[in-house]
């Protein structure tokens, strides 16, 4: 029998970005909120501090930071005719564990969505015609002006450094003219550019295209948030991604909230508590809590009268699957909704080769240090007759020269031996790489479910992945490359290596720690899992935060966007639902 824990006004599943964010909301309007986290607590001065050795072995290639699949994993298969496996080691992305999950190693590439992405369907409809059959994007049921001031709450409490391209409809010298408009300029200014972006902002300028600094959570000078916490300026010292940043000039949820909310008498986080499903009424109509198991393998239950998912995006959705909570989805009939409109991104890159004469020094580097281009991204562009929609950032960012991740070879060179490491010598300091960050439509083939076959350690079927890129990832990826070649060309290297998105869907190798969907967003129950609100149209107590609630993916990391829906729900739920319980948007 579990043993029963006090009732709680909310408790949240997951610690990271979306679970601090939601706690330190819903503890300032004076809720009563525990927070369950399956990790152990971290902190940047204990565990990260800069006398840390950033050791490659440790952290990048033995996964320290990143969660073990050792008791739960998921299964893959890239179309429904395979049987799926399970994936027995991190590769294609790389979720986090422990306090601030997958935030504590991001780059800090932090981006808004453009306008046009939140009414995917309805514009490209109107735009460009009737899109394919079996392409399942739709509109959020949100719109861009209704997330703005939350995009910019979330940039003042990162401190995020850039240069706004439109203020209040302004278009601004600088900066992205393709963004959409903004109530004010970024909280610090852009990043200290070295040599590699600036080369790249050149060639693209000549080509007539619109290059600007990205948006950075690394900090370009000393910065106090808005709930008072400071942090420091960047050192570039290249660790970043994979990475706990030691220096306290990453914005994380360790460096931004949780200083603060750990210190409120109305928050409880409990640590190593991993739970294993939502509890709901007989009639299914209302969460009354969560199950969960501690480290010491006892069951315990947890009632509160509002229960927030904000885990990562797989684990969001296994939960709703293992609880019962809304019809699975199945893509034969296209009847339900859970698990439907898994995405993922569409990377493809270019690395240069440059004479000994010219030095880039790859080992001066931060994860958002760069220069993008944004003119074919979202509906930037005219589609008209290129076979696909969607579409892509291009940038060069220099985020790291870490040696043993970062061995680029020109084309020809051996994969082993002496002229191997001859190669990775003479190429290090002059050489670097280019890449486009695409956008990925939904598709009816591409979906989680749960595994028939496979269980994790606590007796529950395992989630199970199928997905395979499809034509319109293809095409779209294609022409981006075609685009960095053209800008590779005028950046003038002795020589390139082209690197395009080619053969099905690999799990194995990494790429990026962007998946999405399986509990889409929208405007109705009939073809979404949550409201505009993030609110579940089944259980009105139930909110789930991430990722997961895109429809698709635009063609940008979608840290902003998450972080912003988590304010865009947590007003929602302090300004409406608390004094009025039930659905916020009717059906």
């Not at 031996?417 to 670097?432: F, L």
């Amino acid at each position: 029998m579990a043993r029963i824990m006090p009732r709680k006004d909310v408790v949240i599943v997951g610690l990271g970005w979306t679970g601090s964010i939601v706690a330190q909301e819903l503890t300032e309007e004076g809720l009563d909120v525990v927070a369950l986290e399956r990790g152990v607590w971290r902190a940047t001065s204990e565990d990260f501090a800069v006398t840390n050795a950033q050791d490659e072995v440790r952290y990048r290639y033995r996964h320290e930071l990143f969660e073990s699949l050792s008791r739960q994993t998921l299964t893959f298969r890239n179309n429904m005719n395979e049987i799926a496996l399970p994936m027995r080691q991190l590769g294609s992305f790389l979720p986090g564990t422990n306090v601030g999950g997958s935030g504590v190693h991001w780059n800090g590439q932090t981006w808004r969505f453009l306008p046009s992405d939140f009414v995917a369907r309805s514009h490209n409809e109107e735009r460009y015609g009737a899109l394919p059959e079996d392409m399942t994007i739709q509109d959020w049921g949100v719109t861009y002006d209704d997330l703005e001031p939350h995009f910019t709450k979330f940039e003042f409490l990162c401190g995020i450094a850039g240069k706004a391209g439109n203020i209040k409809g302004e278009l601004q010298p600088g900066g992205n003219p393709f963004e959409g408009w903004r109530s004010t300029e970024y909280p610090t200014p852009p990043m200290k550019m070295v040599y590699g972006p600036t080369l790249f902002a050149k060639a693209s300028e000549e080509l007539g295209y619109h290059p600007f600094p990205g948006p950075s959570a690394n900090m370009s000078q000393a910065y106090t948030n808005p709930l008072g916490v400071s942090m420091a300026p960047c050192t570039y010292c290249g660790f970043c991604e994979k990475f706990a940043c030691g220096n306290y000039s990453k914005a994380t949820a360790e460096t931004t909230i949780l200083p603060v909310l750990m210190e409120k008498d109305n928050f409880t986080l409990r640590t190593e508590s991993m739970v294993l499903r939502v509890l709901t009424d007989k009639q299914k109509t209302r969460a009354t809590g969560v199950e969960y198991i501690t480290a010491e393998g006892e069951l315990v239950e947890q009632p509160a009268d509002i229960v927030i998912l904000a885990a990562y995006i797989t684990h969001n959705v296994h939960l709703m699957l293992v609880s019962g909570i809304g019809q699975p989805y199945n893509p034969r009939t296209g009847e339900g909704l859970v698990g439907k409109n898994y995405a993922y991104q569409t990377m493809s890159g270019v690395t240069l080769f440059y004479d000994d004469d010219t030095w880039f020094n790859p080992f001066v580097g931060a994860g958002a240090l760069g220069m993008c281009v944004d003119d074919f991204n979202g509906d930037n562009f005219d589609h008209t007759g290129l076979g696909f929609i969607g579409g892509g950032y291009l940038a060069q960012w220099q985020t790291n020269g870490r040696p043993i991740e970062s061995q680029p070879t020109p084309e020809g060179t051996p994969k082993w031996g002496a002229q191997y490491k001859k190669a990775v010598r003479e190429n290090y300091q002059h050489s670097i790489s280019i890449g486009a960050h695409g956008a990925q439509m939904s598709y009816r083939q591409n979906y989680l479910d749960l595994d028939p076959t496979y269980r994790d350690a606590y007796g529950r079927p395992l989630l199970r992945m199928t997905f395979d890129f499809t034509e319109n990832d293809y095409n779209m990826s294609n022409f981006l490359t075609d685009r960095l070649v053209d800008i590779a060309k005028v950046m003038n290297p002795k020589s390139y290596k082209v690197s395009r998105r080619e053969g099905p869907y690999s799990i194995v190798p990494y790429q990026t720690t962007h998946n999405t969907g399986g509990h889409i967003m929208g405007a109705s129950p009939a073809d979404s899992v949550t409201n505009r609100f993030n609110q579940s149209w089944d259980l009105p107590n139930l909110f789930l935060m991430g990722a997961g609630n895109f429809p698709q993916n635009p063609g940008y990391n979608p840290t902003g966007t998450v972080a912003a829906l988590a304010y865009h729900s947590a007003q929602a739920i302090r300004e409406q639902y608390l004094s009025n319980p039930g659905p916020l948007v009717q059906a």
